[in-house]
C-alpha cells in the first residue's frame, strides 16, 4: 500500500526555524497536510497544500512540495516553546477514496 | 459547537471483555472515521463510514465492529478485547472525503 515516512524526532532552540520533512509515495496525491498533535490532544490541522501548488506560506509556516520527489516539508519560522508537539504529514488521493494515510509524526521538542 | 466528542475518555479491561467507544460530532458531516493510534506508528485507519447507515474496512479492522445508525453517531466496538488493542483511539468526521478532519480528544484504553 502506500506510505508516507517522517523522522521521528527533531529538536531546536528557541527562535531557530524548524523543517520538518516527509517523503510519501502515492503519485496521484492531491492533498497533503500538516498536522499538530499537542500532548493528550487530538490532531489539530495546520495546513495543506494541493498537489498542483509548490509551495504556501501561513504567517510563520512555510510548506513546500517537491511532486517529482514526493517530498513535503514544514518549515516553522521563530520556533516558540509553545510548538513542541508531534506533527503529521499526512496525504490523500482519488485512488485512495479520498482516505488520509498518516506519517508515523514528528516529535518537536523546542528548548529555550 | 462541541465539534467531535469521544466517550470515555480512558478504560482499562480485562482480556475477553468487550465495550463500545462512542464518536459524536455536531457539524452535521457526512464521513467519519475511527483511528488508533501507537508509538511509532502513527495513526491507522480501523473502519470508516461515508453516511448514516454506511460502513467500511480501513487499514487494521480485524477485532473491531462499527455502526453508524445515526448521522451524528460513529460507534466502535469491541466483542473480545485482546492485549494488542491496547491503544489511544481516535475518532474523526469530515464534510467529504479529502477534506480537512476533525478530531476528538481521543480514548486511552489498556488490555490487561
Known amino acids: 500500500g502506500e506510505d508516507v515516512e517522517q523522522s521521528l524526532f527533531l529538536s531546536v532552540r528557541e527562535g531557530d526555524s524548524s523543517v520538518i520533512n516527509c517523503t510519501y509515495t502515492d503519485s496521484s496525491s492531491t492533498y497533503l497536510y500538516w498536522y499538530k498533535q499537542e500532548p493528550g490532544a487530538g490532531l489539530q490541522l495546520l495546513t495543506y497544500?494541493?498537489?498542483?501548488?509548490d509551495m504556501k506560506q501561513d504567517q510563520r509556516l512555510t510548506v513546500l512540495l517537491n511532486k517529482k520527489d514526493k517530498h513535503l516539508s514544514l518549515r516553522i519560522a521563530d520556533t516558540q516553546t509553545g510548538d513542541s508537539a508531534i506533527y503529521f504529514c499526512a496525504e490523500s488521493s482519488y485512488n485512495q477514496g479520498g482516505k488520509l494515510i498518516f506519517g508515523q509524526g514528528t516529535e518537536l521538542s523546542v528548548k529555550p | 459547537n462541541a465539534g467531535v466528542t469521544q466517550t470515555p475518555k480512558f478504560r482499562v479491561l480485562k482480556t475477553g471483555q468487550s465495550m463500545t467507544l462512542l464518536c459524536a460530532q455536531d457539524?452535521?458531516?457526512?464521513?467519519m472515521y475511527w483511528y488508533r493510534q501507537d508509538p511509532g506508528m502513527g495513526l491507522r485507519l480501523i473502519h470508516y463510514?461515508?453516511?448514516?447507515?454506511?460502513?467500511a474496512k480501513g487499514e487494521v479492522p480485524d477485532g473491531y465492529n462499527v455502526s453508524r445508525l445515526k448521522k451524528q453517531n460513529f460507534l466502535l466496538g469491541l466483542e473480545s478485547a485482546a492485549p494488542s488493542q491496547t491503544s489511544v483511539y481516535f475518532c474523526?468526521?469530515?464534510?467529504?472525503?479529502?477534506?480537512?478532519?476533525?478530531f476528538g480528544p481521543g480514548t486511552r484504553l489498556t488490555v490487561l
Open positions: 457539524m452535521n458531516h457526512e464521513y
Open positions: 497544500i494541493f498537489s498542483n501548488m
Open positions: 463510514s461515508v453516511g448514516e447507515g454506511t460502513t
Open positions: 474523526a468526521s469530515s464534510y467529504s472525503h479529502g477534506s480537512e478532519q476533525f
